[in-house]
């Protein structure tokens, strides 16, 4: 997750253009402006024109992760992540990162269950390097056994320092899919096991590559100082020669919502205070209910005046903390099955029966009592002042429109959010709680400190 400051003078507009008494029409909203064209490669480019700043952001977005990974390859789409940033036969080891460092600009990549995504932002006048430098890496990598073997080093310490020696780990995000999915795309590990990682070689490498990281598998998109002319340009100049490449068929993902609640409880040798993931599945990406759900999540667990903190740290004085995830993405950017999180630190005095029956109780208060307009509008202000804050930035808004077009096919989907967000209304929250928020489709996990499960079991 990247972390930026947030322009006070966007967060203004944002909330003004929010609070309207009516919700505004489409051809009113505020529209980003999004140009779209297909190369013959199949390679879609998206471009953003905003002449506000002499920089641009580029994101190149493949449509694979780490529901798409081999079997007995856990982590393997995320260990490919990193392979992509060690040089390829043309452009060795080091250049990519020294080209856009010593322009002023800045690159990052990640990995999540439905893509794979590429980002970069500096001057304009960096540009046809970045793209230089993302075709060449498309065509090909420098494919050798150091580079693997250091990069297998490097994945394996990373989940040595955030999950296997760090309070909690990702208990809330990675344990808590394995428990409530059953198909095994969906509740693998995807940041990987040490046994696969070091068992993968080269020719699944190279493999991988070939099959999922051709131009006819891939979005680019460029938000910033250009024309949609240019960016078009540009980009035939640079990638419009990759030939496309087959791409294999995925496999079914979907799964039904759960049909009875599923519980584990963990210990935890370095956490000092127990703590719970409470996760209901997600209605599918474009259902009617994907809107509610994400306005729902924000009144019960979004920050200090949601229902939960609200009621469960400040009312009932059981939890210490609460807050919320949409799997590791968004409540708009997923192609499969994805959960809504609640994670909570919880007082040792209390237990997670309490904190699950308080949660029910405030779910309860929606089904049986809706939410006032003041609250809803409350809501929807933040939700929507956050969605627009977020494109603020170039970077944000091409991995924004990358991200899109990739998991809905329309980009243009970034403008009717915040319709979607708009419309929502009290009874759809009540449908959304009462359909998704169930005990039957919860799934929990109780993590509890190691001294305080040992006494547990001495007293059975």
Do not use: C
């Amino acid at each position: 997750m990247r972390i930026r400051k947030l322009s006070l003078l966007l967060s203004g507009l944002a909330l003004a253009a929010a609070a309207q008494a009516a919700p505004a029409a489409d051809s009113d909203r505020w529209q980003l402006p999004v140009a779209s064209k297909k190369l013959a490669n199949g390679l879609t480019v998206l471009v953003s024109e905003d002449h506000s700043s002499p920089t641009v952001g580029v994101s190149v977005v493949y449509h694979v992760g780490m529901r798409l990974e081999p079997r007995n390859r856990t982590g393997f789409a995320h260990l490919f992540e990193h392979l992509m940033f060690q040089g390829t036969p043309t452009a060795t080891k080091g250049v990519f990162n020294k080209v856009i460092t010593s322009g002023g600009g800045r690159m990052n990549g990640s990995t999540r269950p439905d893509f794979t995504n590429y980002i970069e932002t500096a001057p304009v006048s960096a540009l046809e390097s970045i793209l230089w430098l993302e075709a060449d890496r498309m065509k090909t990598l420098d494919f050798n056994a150091a580079t693997l073997k250091n990069q297998q080093d490097v994945v394996k310490e990373e989940i040595r320092v955030n999950v296997k020696n760090s309070p909690y780990g990702g208990f809330m995000w990675i344990d808590i899919g394995q428990l409530a999915f059953q198909k095994w795309e969906n509740n693998h590990d995807g940041y990987g096991s040490f046994e696969d990682l070091e068992t993968a070689n080269l020719d699944d490498v190279r493999a991988f590559h070939r099959d999922y990281y051709g131009p006819n598998n891939a979005v680019l998109s460029i938000a910033g100082d250009l024309t949609p002319a240019q960016g078009f340009a540009l980009a035939e100049k640079y990638f419009g020669k990759i030939a496309a490449r087959p791409v294999p068929k995925g496999t079914d993902f979907h799964e039904p919502l759960n049909t009875a609640e599923k519980r584990l409880e963990q210990s935890d040798a370095l956490a000092q205070v127990p703590a719970i993931a409470a996760a209901w599945k997600m209605p599918d990406r474009g259902s009617a209910d994907q809107a509610a759900m994400a306005v729902l999540g924000e009144l019960l667990a979004g920050g200090d005046a949601s229902r939960f903190y609200q009621g469960l740290v400040k009312g009932r004085e059981i939890a210490l903390n609460v807050s919320s995830l949409y799997g590791l993405t968004s409540p708009w950017e997923y192609a499969g099955p994805t959960l809504y999180t609640v994670f909570a630190l919880y007082k040792p005095t209390s237990n997670a029966d309490a904190l699950l029956a308080a949660m029910d109780e405030e779910i309860a208060k929606v089904v049986e009592d809706g939410v006032s307009p003041a609250e809803l509008k409350r809501i929807k202000t933040g939700l929507l002042a956050g969605w627009y804050n977020g494109l603020e930035s170039f970077l944000s808004r091409a991995d924004t429109l990358a991200k899109l077009q990739t998991l809905w096919g329309d980009a243009n989907v970034v403008n009717k959010i915040p319709g979607w967000i708009e419309g929502v209304t009290s009874a759809d929250l009540q449908r959304a709680a009462k359909t998704y928020l169930t005990r039957a489709n919860r799934s929990v996990i109780d993590r509890k400190p190691v001294a305080a499960a040992k006494a547990e079991e001495k007293k059975q």
